[in-house]
């Protein structure tokens, strides 16, 4: 796979793909650790998120709790 990849020039842009991924899962992640609700729901979020992060991490962004910043 990676070998068609390169051969079309997409190599790097494979990379910066990846890279964007782990960001979002570590944003994700985060998030779910520091947010306020108790530490069962927590600790599902979590695991969700470990076991699969980009489902995970969509869930967490359309189902997770939402916060109100006061301005």
């Keep these: 796979m990676t070998?068609?990849?390169e051969a079309a020039g997409?190599?790097?842009?494979?990379?910066?793909a990846i890279g964007l991924l782990a960001a979002v899962?570590?944003?994700?992640l985060m998030d779910?650790?520091?947010q306020p609700i108790d530490g069962g729901r927590?600790?599902?979020w979590a695991a969700l998120v470990l076991v699969l992060p980009v489902a995970g991490a969509v869930l967490w962004?359309?189902?997770g709790p939402r916060t109100v910043h006061e301005s």
């Design 10 to 16: 997409l190599g790097q842009l494979w990379i910066i």
């Design 61 to 63: 962004y359309r189902l």
């Design 25 to 28: 899962f570590l944003h994700v």
């Design 32 to 34: 779910v650790l520091v």
């Design 42 to 44: 927590k600790l599902l």
């Design 3 to 5: 070998h068609v990849l």
